[in-house]
């Protein structure tokens, strides 16, 4: 059984970092792509960050590239996203995913393996 446990978030000024971390258990990771997705409040879940596993390929909404980072790390089976210059808002419900894809539009969809997410707040 597939389990994503994220962790990391909290309460930050603006311009402040923070780093999220996904543990991900119950079968391999490696030939899937794993990510992070963001939900405000009164918004729909959007798109944040991807990568393989051996992090290959790394993929970023234009809203969050140069101020965060994906990554991995295989031996712990442990999936981060370290995010610097934070802004109000980037303030949202932040979601580890597994096997998302990307379509011919080049939109990205969510897996249909999730975290539980973790609270991000940006306090201006």
């Known amino acids: 059984q597939v389990q994503l446990v994220e962790s990391g978030g909290g309460l930050v000024q603006a311009g402040g970092s923070l780093r999220l971390s996904c543990v991900a258990s119950g079968r391999s990771f490696s030939k899937h792509f794993m990510g992070w997705f963001r939900q405000a409040p009164g918004k729909e879940r959007e798109f944040v960050a991807a990568?393989?596993?051996?992090?290959?390929?790394?993929y970023y909404a234009d809203s969050v590239k140069g101020r965060f980072t994906i990554s991995s790390d295989d031996v712990k089976n442990t999936m981060y996203l370290q995010m610097n210059s934070l802004k109000p808002e980037d303030t949202a419900v932040y979601y580890c995913?597994?096997?998302?894809?990307?379509?011919?539009?080049?939109?990205?969809?969510?897996?249909?393996?999730w975290g539980r997410g973790t609270q991000v707040t940006v306090s201006s």
């Open positions: 995913n597994s096997d998302l894809s990307r379509g011919p539009d080049l939109l990205w969809r969510p897996g249909p393996y």
């Open positions: 990568l393989t596993w051996n992090g290959f390929w790394i």
